[in-house]
């Protein structure tokens, strides 16, 4: 009797670094990714602070996402931590997306990244977002001007708004990854905890409706997270800090207007993420350049 092989595929698993340039979509594209949204997402710079890392499971594998601030060249403490934080995640990790736009150049900011990723050992796909804004001939320009590095393993064209080319990506991810453990439980989307996330609402919130400089010094502490114990609600206190008297009169607005809209549109997606009615109830409080000083930057969670 002829034995038969067992032909069913090892349980892969393994890290992978999504970076670039600040506004390519790297939020976005793991929220597609996850099939839902995890992390916050801004037409702005420096929309993300953290390393916010999701976790996106199969039957076949395991695959964690860390979403990196947008790497830039620093104009204060804040903007250290975070390029160091995306940075640090390239020899960490077992596969680096990195993320452009379609252009027919690569700008200053793209070389930068290209000449980090030159040394690395690690695995670099070069993803190309937002090909549902340019016309094919456009994204063949890109292509041809990313040819010539080597290092890049795959060059993959994606849509993270509509999701085109998102499975054809994580196909590839695949080849990459080894036979490995289940880091986390199966169920398990996002490794930050409730309060971070309620936080991070909160925040993308302020960057939708505020202009100018006023979102980028604005930081976000949920200070109570308590369900009622006679009703299915959570009552949520959150303080918006800005670092300017100024700031402060623009985040509360007229008779408290802009605060109202904010904490409106916030309790919404708190409520939809938490599958729970939410009350939510803000406070605005000035932290003077707190961007620039270590003790405020490690109390709101900006550092290592």
Not at 29 to 58: F, W, Y
Not at 111 to 124: C, E, F, H, N
Not at 218 to 237: P, S, W
Request: charged share 30%; net charge neutral; hydrophobic share 40%.
């Amino acid at each position: 009797m002829q034995e038969t092989k067992n032909t069913e595929q090892p349980f892969k698993s393994g890290f992978i670094s999504i970076i670039g340039r600040p506004n390519v979509g790297k939020s976005t594209l793991l929220n597609s990714i996850m099939g839902e949204k995890l992390v916050i997402t801004a037409n702005k710079p420096q929309t993300t602070r953290n390393a916010i890392r999701c976790i996106h499971t199969d039957a076949d594998s395991q695959m964690v996402f860390i979403d990196t601030p947008g790497m830039h060249k620093p104009k204060n403490k804040l903007g250290a931590f975070m390029l160091k934080s995306a940075e640090d995640t390239i020899s960490d990790v077992d596969v680096v997306l990195f993320l452009v736009e379609p252009e027919d150049r690569i700008g200053p900011g793209d070389q930068y990244i290209l000449d980090k990723l030159a040394g690395s050992r690690t695995p670099v796909l070069l993803i190309i977002n937002k090909i549902d804004t340019v016309p094919k001939e456009e994204l063949l320009k890109t292509i041809a001007a990313y040819q010539d590095y080597t290092f890049l393993d795959s060059i993959i064209p994606v849509s993270a708004w509509n999701g085109d080319g998102v499975q054809e990506l994580l196909a590839a991810i695949k080849k990459h990854l080894e036979p490995g453990p289940m880091y986390f439980p199966p169920d398990m989307v996002v490794d930050q905890s409730e309060r971070f996330i309620v936080g991070e609402l909160i925040r993308e919130k302020v960057l939708h409706l505020l202009k100018d400089e006023v979102p980028h010094g604005v930081a976000v502490e949920v200070t109570k997270m308590k369900a009622r114990e006679d009703k299915n609600i959570i009552d949520i206190d959150a303080t918006i800090f800005c670092e300017r008297k100024t700031h402060k009169g623009i985040l509360i607005g007229k008779q408290g207007s802009m605060l109202k809209k904010i904490g409106t549109y916030a309790r919404k997606d708190i409520e939809f993420f938490l599958k729970t009615p939410v009350n939510l109830q803000l406070w605005v409080k000035v932290r003077a350049d707190w961007r620039e000083k270590t003790y405020d930057l490690k109390d709101l969670g900006y550092t290592e």
